[in-house]
């Protein structure tokens, strides 16, 4: 059973556009959410995360989102670079982020120029 | 500062060979993961170690061994090499509640 969904396997985005990438979970005791960011060939980085205290966490280009209710999270890109194409990765943790974090399957960002 | 290493970089072994995969990290993380990466199916927790001497199993652990005998180093054993453990293997660490680290993998082929 898939405890965190990304049910779009890929998006293309316009350069310039707003790219919203979303993620479902289903274990309501998860506390702690990540978007790690994963270029061909290399490893998974660390993008931003937010917490479950809050519903909205901001670092310059990349906002995400938490509705604690619908049991879902969304990544928000704006305005979304050439350099953005990539795989991108929710995860989620209990414990505040201090136990294995459970990935999603990613969804893979294409932004045309 | 490296901070994650994994070696070796690409691996092409035989069934039933066995192979160790090195993780060595330099930022004296606690935490150290082992994940694989299947196509279509995201990363996958293989084991993991809260510190020094510890080990767990993570969500697929079945064919793998690990030891965790230095807190800079995390290793992962294959002693009997499927074509199902064909895979990219991925490290990882962290301290308290900072995201995870990770290496920039290992591509495994198993024939």
């Known amino acids: 059973d898939q405890q965190v969904k990304q049910n779009s396997p890929s998006l293309s985005v316009q350069e310039g556009r707003i790219s919203i990438l979303n993620c479902d979970y289903t274990?309501?005791?998860?506390?702690?959410f990540l978007w790690y960011k994963k270029y061909p060939a290399e490893g998974p980085t660390f993008l931003i995360s937010?917490?479950?205290?809050?519903d909205k966490n901001e670092d310059g280009r990349f906002t995400v989102f938490l509705n604690k209710s619908a049991k879902h999270l969304s990544l928000h890109i704006v305005p979304s670079q050439p350099g953005d194409s990539a795989v991108y990765f929710c995860?989620?943790?209990?414990?505040?982020?201090?136990?294995?974090?459970?990935f999603g399957k990613g969804t893979r960002l294409s932004v045309i120029a | 500062n490296a901070g994650v290493t994994q070696t070796p970089k690409f691996r092409v072994l035989k069934t039933g060979q066995s192979m160790t995969l090195l993780c060595a990290q330099d930022?004296?993380?606690?935490?150290m993961y082992w994940y694989r990466q299947d196509p279509g199916m995201g990363l996958r927790l293989i084991h993991y170690?809260?510190?020094?001497?510890?080990?767990a199993k993570g969500e697929v652990p079945d064919g793998y061994n690990v030891s965790r005998l230095k807190k800079q180093n995390f290793l992962l054993g294959l002693e009997s090499a499927a074509p199902s453990q064909t895979s990219v293997y991925f490290c990882?660490?962290?301290?308290?509640?900072?995201?995870?680290?990770f290496g920039d993998g290992t591509r495994l082929s198993i024939l």
């Open positions: 990882a660490s962290t301290q308290g509640y900072q995201p995870q680290h």
């Open positions: 170690s809260v510190g020094e001497g510890t080990t």
């Open positions: 930022m004296n993380h606690e935490y």
């Open positions: 995860a989620a943790s209990r414990n505040s982020g201090n136990t294995p974090l459970v």
């Open positions: 274990n309501s005791m998860f506390d702690y």
């Open positions: 937010i917490s479950s205290i809050k």
